[in-house]
Structure formats: C-alpha cells, structure tokens
C-alpha cells in the first residue's frame, strides 16, 4: 500500500498568516493527489484534486503543488473560517490511502 | 445542492451482518463513482470500497475483501454496502463518497454513519 505522511500534524497559526501543509508519499503517485478540509459536524469538502486543480468554489487563497511524492497546500493568507483539519488522498493505486490529518489552529 | 445521506448503522454483533444504504440528491448519480470510506475510533480515513458508475467495476481494500459487497441502483440513486462478517475492528463512522471521475477523489462526501460492532 501507499503510505501518505502528512506534515505537520498540529499547526498553530494566525488570520492573515501563509501556512503549508506538506503530504509524502512512499512512492511515485505522479499528480494523483487531493486535498480535503474537514470540519467538526460537518462532510469532508474536496479543496485540490491532481495536486493542483482548484475545485470550483474554493477560494482562491488555496492552492496545491507537487508532483511525484511530494505535495504542499498552501493557504496564502488565513480567513477564520480556514480554522480546520485539512488531509491528502492519494488515488495513484488501490487501495486508495490518506494523510493522518493536520489540524490548524488559532495562535 | 449535491447530497449523499447514509443510512442502516447501528449495534451489531460480531459475526452479524449489516446493510448500510446511501442516498444520493442534487446530483447526477449514474455518472458519479461511489467510495465507501471509514474512520474507527482515534484512526485516520480508510477506504474500503469502490463502485463504478454502471455498477460492473468494483474494489474493496483488504481488510474487508471477502466480507463486504458493493452495489447500486442508479434507478433509485442509491448505493449499498453489505457487510457479514462484521469484527470488532469494523467500529467505524462510514462515509459514502462520490466523485464526477473515476480518478478517486471525492467531491461530495455524506456525513457518516456509526456502526458499532459489540457483543
């Protein structure tokens, strides 16, 4: 299996910071990658999927990067409502896998 | 407003079975891909199960191989997860997903549903 080492776990951070969040993988996934934003209480929302195709009606302060094994998610400057957890998927092969997940919180 | 709602969780013995069910809304369900995905209690995502949009392409992840099947019916927009078998370590939230591709990525996830395996 493909194992997604998602980094960091924990972040802390500040409306109007420029964070990133960094996801590896074991092996060579090209550009089949997606990143999710997970709310309590509510669905998983698709935020980049290809490494680096905005889903429509994600704010443009996101973006995706990375090709092969390494991958980052950029939120160039944090709104409050960014205040979430935020994970990778690769879909490069079966099974399908995830990043553990990085938290991002109020400084 | 695209929807999938999950249904048919709850209390279940080990070895039992169960059928969850996903109802999907506000959008078009024969051409979108359906992945169960799974999270047990303090573990990161799982996904187990894949269905294509006709139904004739599946795949499961090891770990429920055998045990679990998928299905659906584009008539009702709904999609099915059998599960026998069931194992302690099956304790999850479950989320029907579903993609406009069949890449793999999800762009509409239900809200999960508790199945709790427990004598």
């Known amino acids: 299996d493909i194992q997604m080492t998602q980094s960091p776990s924990t972040l802390s951070a500040s409306v109007g910071d420029r964070v990133t969040i960094t996801c590896r993988a074991s092996q060579n996934i090209k550009k089949l990658l997606a990143w999710y934003q997970r709310k309590p209480g509510t669905a998983p929302k698709l935020l980049v999927y290809q490494a680096s195709n905005l889903e429509g009606g994600v704010p443009s302060r996101f973006s995706g990067s990375g090709f092969g094994a390494e991958f980052t998610l950029t939120i160039s400057s944090l709104q409050p409502d960014d205040f979430a957890t935020y994970f990778c998927?690769?879909?490069?092969?079966?099974?399908?896998?995830f990043g553990q997940g990085t938290t991002l919180e109020i400084k | 407003q695209a929807q999938l709602v999950e249904s048919g969780g709850g209390l279940v013995k080990p070895g039992g079975s169960l059928r969850l069910s996903c109802a999907a809304s506000?959008?078009?369900?024969?051409?979108?891909?359906i992945s169960w995905i799974r999270q047990a209690p303090g573990k990161g995502l799982e996904w187990i199960s894949y269905i294509d949009t006709s139904g004739t392409y599946t795949n499961y992840a090891d770990s429920v191989k055998g045990r679990f099947s998928i299905s659906r019916d584009n008539d009702k927009k709904s999609v099915f997860l059998q599960m026998n078998g069931l194992r302690g370590d099956d304790t999850a939230v479950y989320y029907c997903t579903g993609g406009r591709t069949s890449w793999g990525y999800s762009d509409s996830w239900g809200q999960g549903i508790l199945v709790t395996v427990s004598s």
């Open positions: 506000g959008l078009s369900f024969s051409d979108y891909y």
């Open positions: 998927q690769q879909y490069s092969g079966y099974p399908f896998t």
